[in-house]
């Protein structure tokens, strides 16, 4: 009987290994699937109309925008997975990354205290990105309906500029969160976290106050056609993301090793260890 | 056949729309076994619904400049494409990029695709799905084990694994706000106005009967930044 007891308790408890396993699988599907249909969709269209480019002349166009988005495709599914988790899929395939699906994950951890990189922050993120990317479907589909009488509104030069302002808008908002609490959600709190983020910061202000000097110097800008220009903050901010992300870690290690910062749990809360 | 007989071909509108509805499916997919699991690890109702409320919440703000950006594509792409493209990954600066190289190599521009063919039309739809694919090929070769690396770092000290993914995300932050902090610009005015409004929202929501303040924070304060941020672009010109 206490077999038979234990047992039942094993199997009614949540197996999280099975479920990221799940997860995994749907995402890699579904991204298969998004490419299979995103290469179809002209190719049934040019096979339709007898009207298929040269694959040379869509690869000569193709390549160099490849080269340019490919770094930062790899600072996306680098640093926002462990963020996102098992919702890396569907946020990739969605897009509007950082103005709308990091942010919404990021409030919506704040606001039910869940940590990040835990199995309950798996299943939050995966259900806000669903949420966040139906109503935005959504949105799209009625502003295609209602296109005729909105477009002189959504044509007026203030809403332009208000749009053009979103991202300086969101970030604000999420710096808040990042500077103003020691929270990290869960019933953990974290003293002192920000010290590791000097360094990482004042790498950031050199980069951006040199950039055009750094770059003349290594010919980049000569070699992305910038001539004269600062390209390291804006053409290549990817590879500087890919670059700051191991300074902060190490940066914020070493603090956290040395006693500088410390974690711990909100009185009341259980270790979930 | 010409651009604009393909981009608005009812056949266009067939394939977008099967695109669409696959997208839909998968995000109904993950969706639902998020929900599954989460019953299972113990949320209730209530909380998977404050869930909801808080990203439709959110969402409002952000998904009315993805519209924006609808009309500025639909002119250069048509209907179907440019809503097919602001469903999908990519945004509207990289859907103009990818259209005038595109176009370009067959001597036509984006601004005025008048003058180009259905080919032309079909290269750009190849080259828009090429160009920004990058991380949809990289997603399942890499994020699987980055994400078990995550649950190894918290297994062998939660501690650092709580606090070590809270860096990833302030240090992506860092890289995108430390530059606009370099020239005084309506950016920078709307970031410290973001900032502000946001501070004190989460004041405010902590007084008693004020609570409910905090699922809306976020989107107020965007909202009325981005609103003030007209003001600060007038000032500074």
Not at chain 1, 35 to 64: C, E, K
Not at chain 2, 174 to 190: D, E, G, H, I, Q
């Amino acid at each position: 009987m206490l077999k038979n007891e234990k047992a039942a308790e094993n199997a009614s408890k949540p197996d999280n290994a099975r479920y990221i396993a799940s997860m995994h699988r749907l995402g890699r599907g579904g991204m298969i699937g998004a490419l299979l249909i995103m290469l179809g969709m002209p190719t049934v269209l040019g096979v339709y109309f007898d009207a298929l480019p040269g694959v040379g002349q869509i690869l000569q166009a193709a390549i160099p925008l490849l080269i340019i988005f490919l770094p930062s495709n790899l600072f996306e599914v680098l640093s926002y997975t462990p963020i996102l988790g098992s919702a890396i899929y569907l946020t990739l395939m969605t897009g509007e990354v950082i103005n709308l699906k990091l942010p919404v994950v990021n409030v919506v951890f704040r606001i039910m205290a869940v940590e990040a990189g835990t199995v309950e922050a798996d299943v939050i993120a995966s259900v806000a990105v669903s949420i966040a990317s139906l109503v935005t479907m959504l949105i799209v589909a009625l502003g295609i309906a209602l296109t005729l009488p909105l477009q002189p509104v959504l044509a007026l030069p203030s809403v332009k500029i208000a749009s053009n302002n979103l991202f300086p808008a969101v970030m604000g908002a999420l710096l808040v969160n990042m500077l103003l609490t020691n929270d990290l959600g869960g019933g953990i709190y974290a003293r002192g976290r920000l010290k590791g983020l000097v360094l990482p910061a004042v790498l950031v202000a050199l980069l951006t106050g040199f950039d055009s000097q750094i770059s003349a110097f290594l010919h980049l800008d000569t070699l992305l056609g910038q001539a004269g220009n600062g390209v390291i903050m804006s053409v290549l901010q990817g590879f500087v993301i890919i670059a700051i992300l191991p300074v902060a870690y190490f940066s914020t290690k070493r603090l956290y090793n040395r006693g500088a910062i410390t974690v711990d749990l909100r009185k009341g809360a259980p270790p979930d260890e | 056949m010409s651009y604009y007989a393909v981009s608005e071909h009812w056949l266009t509108y067939v394939v977008v729309a099967a695109g669409i509805l696959f997208v839909l499916a998968f995000t109904a997919a993950v969706l639902r076994r998020a929900l599954r699991h989460a019953r299972k690890l113990g949320f209730t109702k209530e909380q998977l619904r404050r869930v909801v409320r808080i990203a439709v919440s959110c969402t409002l703000v952000p998904a009315v400049t993805v519209l924006i950006g609808f009309l500025l594509l639909a002119p250069m792409l048509g209907i179907p494409l440019s809503w097919w493209r602001l469903s999908v990954i990519g945004n509207t600066a990289y859907e103009i990029m990818a259209a005038n190289m595109a176009l370009s190599t067959s001597g036509a521009s984006a601004a005025s695709p008048g003058t180009a063919s259905g080919t032309d039309f079909i290269l750009v739809m190849y080259v828009m799905a090429i160009g920004i694919m990058g991380g949809m090929v990289l997603a399942p070769l890499l994020s699987k084990r980055v994400h078990q690396g995550t649950f190894r770092i918290r297994e062998k000290d939660w501690r650092w694994g709580a606090l070590g993914v809270s860096t990833y995300i302030a240090a992506v932050l860092l890289v995108f706000t430390v530059p606009m902090l370099f020239r005084l610009s309506a950016a920078l005015l709307t970031l410290v106005t973001g900032a502000a409004l946001m501070s004190g929202m989460k004041w405010l929501a902590g007084k008693p009967r004020a609570g409910w303040l905090g699922g809306f924070a976020f989107t107020i304060s965007t909202f009325v930044a981005m609103v003030l941020s007209v003001l600060w672009d007038r000032l500074l010109v």
